[in-house]
């Protein structure tokens, strides 16, 4: 199964991005893993929130295929604890060809790109930056990699 993170708009923060390109070379020991980064939307003044998550969404469905298994990072998505979210890798490594998993932008989805996704997933009840999300998401998908390969990383 190939794995797909599709961000919206660069990260910025240097200590962020670091941590996110150490956790993905990792996960690539595991299982094919890329990460796709969208452009930011210029002059995005004149842009309302939603107009701007049109937009988004325009952008992020073309770079979807039919045979996708689409999983957004949203706040009202089902959360897991980490040997959960490990055994649903699990799952849909069975199933899946390519599973996609997608971090918005700050204003979140435009209804297109809800309607396509086949799951939401949230991190936690608490609100992060979406710069900080992708370091978290990074974290935890090479921590449920490990957990699935039996391996010390993740203590129980």
Same mark, same amino acid.
């Given at each position: 199964?190939?794995?797909?993170?599709?961000?919206?708009?660069?990260?910025?923060?240097?200590?962020?991005?670091?941590?996110?390109?150490d956790?993905?070379?990792?996960?690539?020991?595991?299982?094919?893993?890329?990460?796709?980064?969208?452009?930011?939307?210029?002059?995005?003044k004149?842009?309302?929130?939603?107009?701007?998550k049109?937009?988004?969404?325009?952008?992020?469905?073309?770079?979807l295929?039919?045979?996708?298994?689409?999983?957004?990072?949203?706040e009202?998505g089902?959360?897991?604890?980490?040997?959960?979210?490990?055994?649903?890798?699990?799952?849909?490594q *069975?199933?899946? $060809?390519?599973?996609?998993? +997608?971090? /918005?932008?700050? #204003?979140?989805?435009?209804?297109?790109?809800y309607?396509?996704?086949?799951?939401k997933?949230?991190l936690?009840?608490?609100?992060?930056?979406?710069?900080?999300?992708?370091?978290?998401?990074?974290? *935890?998908?090479? $921590?449920?990699c490990?957990? +699935?390969? /039996?391996e010390p #990383?993740?203590?129980?």
């Amino acid at each position: 199964m190939k794995t797909e993170l599709i961000l919206v708009g660069k990260t910025v923060n240097k200590h962020f991005i670091a941590g996110i390109k150490d956790y993905a070379e990792r996960i690539t020991h595991y299982m094919p893993f890329n990460i796709t980064t969208i452009p930011e939307l210029k002059n995005t003044k004149s842009l309302s929130e939603q107009q701007q998550k049109e937009k988004e969404g325009e952008m992020i469905l073309k770079l979807l295929q039919p045979s996708d298994t689409v999983v957004l990072m949203d706040e009202h998505g089902q959360e897991f604890r980490s040997i959960e979210f490990a055994k649903w890798i699990e799952r849909k490594q *069975a199933t899946a $060809r390519r599973l996609v998993f +997608i971090i /918005g932008g700050p #204003y979140g989805f435009s209804q297109a790109v809800y309607d396509r996704a086949n799951e939401k997933i949230s991190l936690s009840k608490m609100t992060f930056s979406h710069q900080m999300v992708r370091l978290i998401f990074t974290e *935890a998908l090479y $921590r449920a990699c490990t957990i +699935i390969k /039996g391996e010390p #990383y993740h203590h129980e």
